[in-house]
C-alpha cells in the first residue's frame, strides 16, 4: 500500500505539471485552459492511484497498461470534443493534443514515474509555449511575403 504522504506526492506532481501547461495555454487565450489541463493530469493519477490501491486491497494485480489504455481513450474522446472544423479549417488541435498529453503525464506521475511525469511536462511545454513562438515567426512572414507576393501580381494585372 501507498503511504498518504506518496499519494499525495504523486498528486500534487500531477497537478503541478497540470497547471505549468494549462497556464501555457491559458496565457494564449486557448479553450482548455488551466483549470482542464490540472483536472486531466489530476484525475489521469487519482485513477492510476485508486486502481493501484484497490488491486492491492483485493490482493490482485495492478494493470497499469489497462489503466493507461482507459485514460487515453477517456481523454482521447473529450479532446475530440475540443477540435472544431470551420469553414474548411480545423481548429484546436493543438489544444486536444494538450489535453492527451497532460494525461500521460498525469498517469506517470500517478505511477509514481517521476522522471518521466516531469521530462514529459518540460517538453510538453516548451513544446507549446516556445516552439509555438518560432512557428509565429517563421511561418507568419511566410505568409506575409505570399499575401504581398499576391498583392503585387494583383495589382500588376490591374495596370495591364
Same mark, same amino acid.
Given at each position: 500500500m501507498l503511504?498518504?504522504?506518496? *499519494?499525495?506526492?504523486?498528486?500534487?506532481? %500531477? %497537478?503541478?505539471?497540470?497547471?505549468? *501547461?494549462?497556464?501555457?495555454?491559458?496565457?494564449?487565450?486557448k479553450p482548455a485552459g488551466l483549470r482542464t489541463l490540472i483536472l486531466v493530469t489530476l484525475s489521469a493519477a487519482m485513477f492510476v492511484v485508486a486502481s493501484q490501491q484497490a488491486a492491492l486491497q483485493h490482493g490482485e494485480s495492478i494493470d497499469a497498461v489497462r489503466a493507461m489504455a482507459g485514460i487515453a481513450q477517456g481523454v482521447g474522446f473529450l479532446g475530440a470534443g475540443a477540435i472544431v472544423q470551420s469553414h474548411?479549417?480545423?481548429?484546436?488541435? +493543438? +489544444?486536444?493534443?494538450? #489535453?492527451? %498529453? $497532460?494525461? %500521460? *503525464?498525469?498517469? $506517470?506521475?500517478? #505511477?509514481? #514515474?517521476?522522471?518521466v511525469a516531469i521530462g514529459g511536462g518540460v517538453f510538453v511545454f516548451v513544446t507549446l509555449k516556445w516552439l509555438a513562438i518560432i512557428e509565429d515567426r517563421w511561418f507568419q512572414d511566410e505568409g506575409k511575403k505570399e499575401k504581398k507576393k499576391g498583392q503585387n501580381e494583383s495589382a500588376e494585372e490591374d495596370r495591364s
Open positions: 503511504t498518504w504522504g506518496e *499519494i499525495l506526492l504523486r498528486l500534487v506532481v %500531477a %497537478a503541478l505539471l497540470g497547471g505549468l *501547461i494549462g497556464w501555457e495555454r491559458e496565457a494564449r487565450r474548411g479549417q480545423v481548429r484546436w488541435l +493543438t +489544444t486536444a493534443a494538450a #489535453m492527451w %498529453a $497532460a494525461a %500521460a *503525464i498525469g498517469f $506517470a506521475a500517478g #505511477m509514481g #514515474m517521476y522522471g
